[in-house]
């Protein structure tokens, strides 16, 4: 048994067994392949963009000021709570018949306002990229009337609609497989490194002198060995 290990050795040690950390990394990536492929769920995103404004009408944009600007950049914050609220949601769900609750719809749906802009982006993530997109739309067809009539105030405005993605936003198959290989090769090395260091064999004369403190009158060659000095390189 090895007490320590210096990083020549290690290294040493790794590339003896290199065939033994990719065969495993390859595993890792067979894995990380056929669950990425076979067991999760691919979902996908669409997302609207709203304008807010501090002004009560659409009219009055031409006058906006730094302070409206502002004070619209402090109601993204408040119109973020209205939107993920019951009020909204509920009515979400029922003008597109879904079978969600208030809560799993909530869940689904992300809110972002856009380098600290006016504008907010909307992010509806499900399974099927159409539900996705018509959440969205909905979203955008309801949040305005419900805002106003909340708070009173403001104007909020839709600069774009959603689309159904042709992609999945996840899972990322490269990173997961990326993952999978660096985790099986982690583990291959490991496991190599702890092998060795447990293994208390004796396998030559440098073993001898780390392990016991004598002298060495001479030493058998292996005789089928050529590297070991044997009768094999005299066969010929």
């Excluded at 492929?37 to 807010?52: A, D, E, F, G, R």
């Excluded at 293994?199 to 030493?219: A, Q, T, V, W």
């Amino acid at each position: 048994m090895r007490e320590s290990l210096d990083l020549m050795d290690v290294l040493g040690i790794l590339l003896k067994r290199i065939w033994l950390i990719i065969l495993i990394s390859f595993i890792g990536f067979l894995v990380a392949f056929g669950y990425t492929k076979i067991l999760v769920t691919p979902m996908y995103t669409s997302s609207i963009k709203l304008y807010v404004s501090n002004n009560v009408t659409e009219e009055n944009q031409d006058r906006i000021n730094y302070s409206d600007i502002s004070a619209s950049q402090l109601l993204v914050n408040t119109y973020r709570v209205i939107i993920r609220s019951d009020k909204v949601l509920d009515e979400v769900i029922r003008s597109q018949n879904l079978k969600y609750t208030a809560n799993q719809l909530r869940s689904s749906i992300r809110i972002e306002s856009v380098e600290d802009s006016q504008v907010m982006e909307i992010l509806v993530t499900t399974p099927n990229p159409k539900a996705s997109a018509a959440i969205a739309n909905a979203i955008a067809n309801t949040a305005p009337g419900k805002i106003k009539e909340i708070t009173e105030t403001g104007y909020i405005g839709v600069i774009d609609n959603a689309f159904p993605s042709l992609k999945p936003s996840s899972p990322n198959l490269f990173f997961n497989c990326f993952v999978g290989i660096l985790i099986g090769g982690a583990i291959a090395a490991f496991y190599i490194i702890i092998r060795e260091m447990l293994d208390d064999h004796i396998k030559g004369e440098e073993d001898l002198k780390r392990f016991y403190d004598i002298p060495m009158l001479g030493s058998i060659p292996v005789l089928n060995s050529q590297a070991k000095g044997g009768y094999y390189q005299y066969e010929r």
